[in-house]
């Protein structure tokens, strides 16, 4: 066969699949507040990974990150971004139920966090979110928040006096450190490394996981290990965009938030574990031994107002609750 009769088949051939129409696809985007080897960072990954397999590559999952949480769930809400991958911080200020699980030593370990989101009590939180033009997908993690500062060692309740601490824009938390004496300062976590730099506030709080992505011991001294609050993790999504999915497709994105969910919990355990000793090889100053109960107890004005403010049957329910 000539050179000439080849080329005419192969483009025989070849017309009717340069004619079809190319396979649409759809992408997702998951904006999310910390690096990408973050365990946030993991959990995005293993659900993009689960759910562009589970749909043959008919949805692309784009991964970005973004630092200002709260502009992050205003763009869910209004459908410019699709879903927001972070801490429950802000979301108080959309979801109020929310702010229940950002209680102070509400959570005894990680088991009895996760027991308690994945049980009705946390399912019954995420069908809250409906009525915000929300959805609240599945629970992730962030982890148990440990306070730093660049100022003094801390080791009891009295150390905290003083202190100007960043925190979250969240009205549970400012008022713990307010009743501890600190100056608690609201701001985006974008805005928080300049922020240590300057000094325009002395520490700030957040899980071990957190601290080491950041490297935030280069712009602090000190570590205290007060775990005083589990700070939950959330995927929250436009509901347009849950709504335009097929069932199965559906179906599929939870199974991929749930390989997510997997993921960014297996990230945290992995970061608790080695993360303390890497801190110190790293140059911070670490306290171990904390009094828990010390802490508690003049966290009780507090207390006494969280039961009155927010759901107290809630917060009992939750304080006693065991596994099955």
Same mark, same amino acid.
């Given at each position: 066969?000539?050179?000439?009769?080849?080329?005419?088949?192969?483009?025989?051939?070849?017309?009717?699949?340069?004619?079809?129409?190319?396979?649409?696809?759809?992408?997702?985007?998951?904006?999310?507040?910390?690096?990408?080897?973050?365990?946030?960072g993991?959990?995005?990954?293993?659900?993009?990974?689960?759910?562009?397999?589970?749909?043959?590559?008919?949805?692309?999952?784009?991964?970005?990150?973004?630092?200002?949480?709260?502009?992050?769930?205003?763009?869910?809400?209004?459908?410019?971004?699709?879903?927001?991958?972070?801490s429950?911080?802000?979301?108080?200020?959309?979801?109020?139920?929310?702010?229940?699980?950002?209680?102070?030593?509400?959570?005894?370990?990680?088991?009895?966090?996760?027991?308690?989101?994945?049980?009705?009590?946390?399912?019954?939180?995420?069908?809250?979110?409906?009525?915000?033009?929300?959805?609240?997908?599945?629970?992730?993690?962030?982890?148990?928040?440990?306070?730093?500062?660049?100022?003094?060692?801390?080791?009891?309740?009295?150390?905290?006096?003083?202190?100007?601490?960043?925190?979250?824009?969240? $009205? &549970?938390?400012?008022? @713990? #450190?307010? /009743?501890?004496? %600190?100056?608690?300062?609201?701001m985006?976590?974008? !805005? +928080?490394?300049p922020?240590?730099?300057?000094?325009?506030?002395?520490?700030?709080?957040?899980?071990?996981?957190?601290?080491?992505?950041?490297?935030?011991?280069?712009?602090?001294?000190?570590?205290?290990?007060?775990?005083?609050?589990?700070?939950?993790?959330?995927?929250?999504?436009?509901?347009?965009?849950?709504?335009?999915?097929?069932?199965?497709?559906?179906?599929?994105?939870?199974?991929?938030?749930r390989?997510?969910?997997?993921?960014?919990?297996?990230?945290?355990?992995?970061?608790?574990?080695?993360?303390?000793?890497?801190l110190?090889?790293?140059?911070?100053?670490?306290?171990? $031994? &904390?009094?828990?109960? @010390? #802490?508690? /107890?003049?966290? %009780?004005?507090?207390?006494?107002?969280?039961?009155? !403010? +927010?759901?107290?049957?809630?917060l009992?329910?939750?304080?006693?609750?065991?596994?099955?």
């Amino acid at each position: 066969m000539s050179p000439t009769r080849r080329a005419a088949l192969a483009a025989l051939f070849a017309a009717p699949f340069a004619a079809a129409p190319a396979l649409a696809q759809t992408t997702i985007t998951i904006q999310h507040p910390l690096p990408i080897a973050s365990h946030y960072g993991a959990g995005a990954i293993a659900l993009k990974e689960s759910f562009e397999r589970a749909t043959g590559g008919r949805y692309r999952v784009n991964i970005q990150r973004n630092d200002n949480e709260r502009e992050v769930v205003e763009s869910v809400q209004i459908g410019t971004v699709e879903c927001y991958l972070g801490s429950t911080g802000p979301v108080g200020n959309f979801v109020p139920a929310v702010r229940v699980v950002d209680v102070p030593f509400l959570f005894r370990d990680y088991a009895h966090a996760r027991g308690v989101l994945d049980s009705e009590i946390g399912q019954s939180l995420l069908q809250q979110f409906n009525a915000r033009g929300l959805v609240g997908v599945i629970w992730m993690e962030n982890g148990f928040r440990h306070l730093t500062n660049s100022r003094r060692e801390v080791n009891t309740p009295g150390d905290v006096r003083g202190l100007k601490v960043r925190t979250m824009e969240n $009205q &549970v938390h400012m008022r @713990a #450190f307010s /009743t501890l004496g %600190a100056l608690p300062t609201p701001m985006a976590f974008s !805005e +928080l490394v300049p922020a240590l730099q300057q000094g325009t506030v002395d520490g700030q709080e957040n899980p071990i996981p957190v601290i080491v992505s950041n490297n935030l011991n280069q712009v602090q001294r000190y570590l205290t290990l007060t775990g005083h609050v589990y700070s939950p993790g959330l995927l929250i999504c436009n509901p347009a965009m849950m709504q335009r999915m097929s069932p199965a497709d559906r179906t599929a994105f939870m199974e991929a938030a749930r390989a997510g969910q997997q993921a960014n919990r297996d990230k945290v355990t992995a970061d608790e574990n080695s993360g303390v000793e890497e801190l110190r090889r790293r140059g911070m100053q670490v306290v171990t $031994q &904390v009094d828990t109960a @010390a #802490f508690q /107890t003049a966290l %009780a004005a507090a207390f006494a107002q969280y039961e009155r !403010e +927010l759901d107290g049957a809630l917060l009992r329910r939750i304080r006693d609750w065991r596994p099955n």
